[in-house]
Each structure stands twice: as C-alpha cells, then as structure tokens.
C-alpha cells in the first residue's frame, strides 16, 4: 500500500478524557475500545464516563462560567483565543488529520481540508462574532405610571453550560461547529463526541487550554450516550443542548429536554433528493449525483440519497454513474491511491449491508455495487446503485442509510419530481441540477429542506445557516443564527 510515513499522530493518542484542564480516567476505572475502521484493530482505550464523571465535567463548566475567566473576559480577548485555536489546529494539522484518518477512516485529504481546514476557519468565523453581539434599544407604549419615562434595551447573554453531543461522521468539523460559536458567546462546554470517534475531540480540548481557554471551559467527556450522553441531557446544571446525530436519538434528547425545559437544538438524518432536469449534459449530472452520494462514503447527514432523473436522459446518467463507482478504489484513508475508505464501525458496517439487502428484497435493481465483502479487511462497502425504474415502494427511498448507497428513479414531469422530493419525513438538502435557471428557482421555492443547491450539493459554510426542516432537526447553526442558539436575550427597563 502507498501509504504516507509512520503516522505521527500514534504519538498523539489520548486515552484520558479531558476535564477542569486536566487528563482523567473514569471514575469507575471502565474503559471504551476505539477502532481503526480499516483493518479492525484497536487503535486505544478511552474512559468509558458515566454520570459521576459528567457531574464533575458539568460542575467545571459551571465553576468556569460563573467565574470571571470566560463570561467576562473582554470579547476581543476571546476571539484573540479562538482565534489562536485556529492557528494552533494549522500547525498540528498532519498530526490531526491523521489521527482522524486512523480513527474515522475517511480519506486522509479530507481529514485535511475539512476537519482541519474547514474547522479552522469556522473558527475564526465564530471567534469574530465574540466582537460583535449587540441588542436593540426599545420604544414602550404602556409605561407605568403615566408620567414616568422608560428607556429599554435588550442584551444578549451567554445561556450558561452547554451540552454538545455530536456525531462520528465529521467527528473534529461537528465538535468547532458546537464549541466555537457557543464559546464566541461566553458560554462554558462540555462535548460529547461519538463513542467510535473520541480521539481528534479529546487534541482540540487540550490545543484549546494550549490556546489560552481557561480549565474547565471546554470538557471532553468520553463514553456512550445511553449513559454519559443521557447524563448531560439529564443534567440540571446544563442549560443547552446542542445536537448532531439521527433522528432516532434526537426525538429521545428533544422529548428530555421538553421535560426538562432545557434549550435544545436538533441537527438530524436526511434523505436528501437530487434532481437532475432533461437539459443537463448527462456526463456534468453523473459526475455531479456521483459526488452528492459518495462524498466521505455517503456517511454525510446531506448526501444525495435519492436520485430523480429525467426519464430522457436516466439510462444515460445511470450508466455513466455506473462507470465511475465500478472506477472508485477501495481502502485504508491514509493510502494515497485510495479514493473511498472503509464505514466508520462494524456495527455501521451491518447497517448498510442491511439496507443494501432490503433494497434487493424490496425488489430495487441492483446496478453495480452490492453487499459482498470487497476486502478481506475493515468495513468497506462497495459504492452501490439500485435503479427504480418500475417506481416500486422501495425501503430506500424513505430510509437513511448513511452510506454509498443509492437510489436512482426516472420522473416524467417537475410536477411529478416535486411530489416524491417532498414526500420524505426529512428536509434537510435537495439538489437540482439544470442550466435553465427559472425552472431550478421554482423547484427551490417549492423544496421541503433546509438548503436547496442549485448545480452543487454538500456545500456548507460558516456564513450560511444550516439545519433541517420536518424530522432533519430544530434550530438552525451558523450565521448570525448561532449567536442566538448560543444566548438568551434579557429586556432591561430603566424608568426616570
Ligand atoms: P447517533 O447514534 O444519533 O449518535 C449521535 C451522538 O448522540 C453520539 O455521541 C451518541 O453517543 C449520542 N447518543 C446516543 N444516544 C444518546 C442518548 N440517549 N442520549 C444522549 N446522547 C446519545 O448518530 P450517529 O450514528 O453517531 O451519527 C449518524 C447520524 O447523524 C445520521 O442519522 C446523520 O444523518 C446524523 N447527522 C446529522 C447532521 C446534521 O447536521 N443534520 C450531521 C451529521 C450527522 P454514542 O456514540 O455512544 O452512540
Ligand atoms: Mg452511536
């Protein structure tokens, strides 16, 4: 294999959890295998935390909030801060990257250019906002008594301790995406990663003391999330909850913290559409369905799942779509010749086999891929695509898979498309691609999700705002909206 050199980040690998700036086992001494998808082995250990350790985590964060060292520390010397984080996620990228190859498994070239490039400049996105929260200043019409005068103004304050539970599939992009803008806002963290993808999460919170964070303002607590994760939700010291993950688990935190009335914040699963218009050069449309679906192995929450084709032009597409996923070569990330790596887990690994079984079941053709094991080692999935040509009532089209599968239907008319696009519980990205503008603009004015892309598909950035519509989620991150997920506005009314 043309792998690069010995791996620098095997010198990196922590197996404490990190609180109040320091490295700590579990209390219970319990301990959490973490893998290397590519081959199976054990990579490291890390605690396996429980609701003791996150009651110590949560009361650093709350010990650091209510202190001076964070919440009040002026803004500018925050963002100076995260900004510094940024710097320091550059300058250890190889190792970082990495260490994320070896633990996700994706391509080390993404490792680079989006866990580590792209959550540096989310960083100094967010670090920018710490400069620049500000209230309103109010007329009121019913002061009391009448000859009094009042002067109100409102004024955004940090909510407190914030719970960040995210998910394995981006594990260091979803960790800045909860900490940089709730950190911006003054607000103290504790971050729960995923249980397969601990190890990148636990180097930002030490780069981030490293930075100049104070102890305690961002907590890494490692474990699973019946547990530990259930445990921050639960917590009466935690005031937010922020969220990246599946639905499934989503409905369990926003119905806890409905009881609890706890903020919340809900980024979910997807079953985004992809529709490509008669007029598309049908080699631009394969390449463009090929990439919305196999982009970091189809586990990104708005891969295009779900691909509608023109009926003039769907055998076309769909050959050449054929062409490049029989082209796509399989293996470890830190190969350089290797252009998909393995799913994240063996449990993961099932899932997908499973759904690529139900899709034969349910009677979908299969096109090129399939459920045979394509190495002897690691969890990899041949990049697969079912045809629907007959329009059946495939188990594909309404479930996530989270995976390099797809699901290709003709469709006759916009009318027609727009009714299966929207048929889905999830609205989380749509895609359409065609060069007449007007007929893409209508399509996007009619789309239940929370982007729709006009010829392009996953495209994020820290200036856009970003959630779900229907079962994808509550809130949106990013943008100016994450000022107000990460604080709550409080009215001041001054009479003279
Ligand atoms: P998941 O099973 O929902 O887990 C997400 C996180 O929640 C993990 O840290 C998990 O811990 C924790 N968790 C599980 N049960 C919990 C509970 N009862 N209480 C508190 N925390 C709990 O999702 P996943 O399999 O890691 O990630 C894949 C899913 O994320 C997909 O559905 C995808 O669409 C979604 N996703 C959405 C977005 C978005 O922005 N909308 C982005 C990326 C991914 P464990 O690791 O221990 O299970
Ligand atoms: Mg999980």
């Known amino acids: 294999m043309n792998t690069i050199e010995l791996p620098v980040a095997t010198n990196s690998l922590r197996t404490r959890m990190f609180i109040n700036g320091s490295w700590v086992a579990a209390k219970s001494g319990a301990q959490?295998?973490?893998?290397?998808?590519?081959?199976?082995?054990?990579?490291?250990?890390?605690?396996?935390?429980?609701a003791n350790d996150v009651n110590d985590a949560v009361s650093s964060a709350v010990h650091t909030f209510k202190s001076e060292a964070w919440r009040r520390m002026p803004p500018v010397k925050r963002e100076a801060i995260l900004l510094r984080l940024a710097d320091l996620l550059e300058e250890n990228a190889n190792e970082l990257a990495e260490l994320e190859t070896l633990n996700n498994g994706k391509l080390l070239i993404y490792s680079r250019m989006v866990e580590v490039g792209a959550s540096a400049q989310w960083l100094r996105y967010m670090a920018g906002w710490a400069t620049k929260i500000n209230g309103t200043t109010l007329d009121l019409s019913l002061p009391m008594p009448p000859q009094v005068r009042v002067r109100a103004s409102t004024q955004r304050v940090p909510v407190g301790v914030v719970g960040a539970i995210i998910p394995w599939n981006f594990p260091l992009l979803m960790a800045v995406w909860k900490i940089a803008p709730a950190l911006a806002c003054?607000?103290?963290?504790?971050?729960?990663?995923?249980?397969?993808?601990?190890?990148?999460a636990l180097r930002l919170g030490e780069l981030a003391l490293e930075a100049g964070l104070p102890p305690g303002a961002l907590n890494v607590i490692t474990g699973r999330g019946e547990i530990a994760g259930n445990a921050l939700v639960q917590h009466p010291q935690v005031n937010k909850i922020a969220f990246?993950?599946?639905?499934?688990?989503?409905?369990?935190?926003?119905?806890?913290?409905?009881?609890?009335?706890?903020?919340?914040?809900?980024?979910l699963g997807g079953k985004s559409p992809v529709i490509v218009l008669s007029d598309c050069d049908p080699q631009q449309a394969a390449e463009g369905a090929a990439a919305a679906i196999f982009f970091n192995h189809g586990q990104v929450c708005t891969a295009g799942s779900r691909l509608y084709i023109h009926e003039s032009i769907y055998e076309d597409v769909l050959e050449r779509m054929k062409d490049i996923a029989e082209s796509i070569v399989l293996g470890a990330g830190l190969d350089k010749d290797v252009q998909m790596g393995p799913m994240v887990s063996a449990?993961?690994?099932?899932?997908?086999?499973?759904?690529?079984?139900?899709g034969l079941d349910d009677g979908a053709e299969l096109v090129c891929g399939g459920a045979e094991r394509p190495l002897p080692h690691g969890y990899f999935v041949k990049p697969t695509i079912f045809a629907n040509r007959n329009k059946k009532d495939i188990r594909l089209l309404t479930q996530e898979v989270f995976g390099p599968v797809l699901i290709a239907t003709p469709f006759s008319s916009v009318e027609e498309v727009l009714d299966e696009a929207n048929s889905s519980i999830y609205g989380l990205g749509a895609s359409v691609w065609t060069n007449n503008m007007s007929a893409a603009l209508r399509l996007a004015d009619e789309l239940e999700a929370g982007t729709v892309w006009i010829n392009t598909h996953?495209?994020?950035?820290?200036?856009?705002?970003?959630g779900g519509f229907k079962a994808s989620g509550v809130g949106r991150e990013h943008g100016a909206a994450a000022v107000e997920h990460y604080t709550e506005t409080r009215s001041l009314v001054i009479a003279y």
Do not use: W
Request: aromatic letters at 4%; glycine letters at 8%; a negative charge.
């Open 32 to 50: 959490l295998p973490v893998y290397n998808p590519a081959t199976g082995e054990v990579l490291a250990h890390v605690p396996d935390a429980d």
């Open 244 to 267: 990246t993950g599946s639905t499934e688990v989503g409905r369990i935190i926003g119905a806890a913290c409905g009881q609890n009335l706890k903020a919340v914040s809900l980024e």
């Open 458 to 466: 996953n495209m994020v950035d820290p200036n856009l705002p970003f």
């Open 186 to 200: 003054g607000n103290t963290v504790v971050l729960k990663p995923a249980e397969e993808t601990p190890l990148t």
């Open 347 to 358: 449990k993961h690994y099932e899932n997908v086999l499973q759904h690529i079984r139900n």
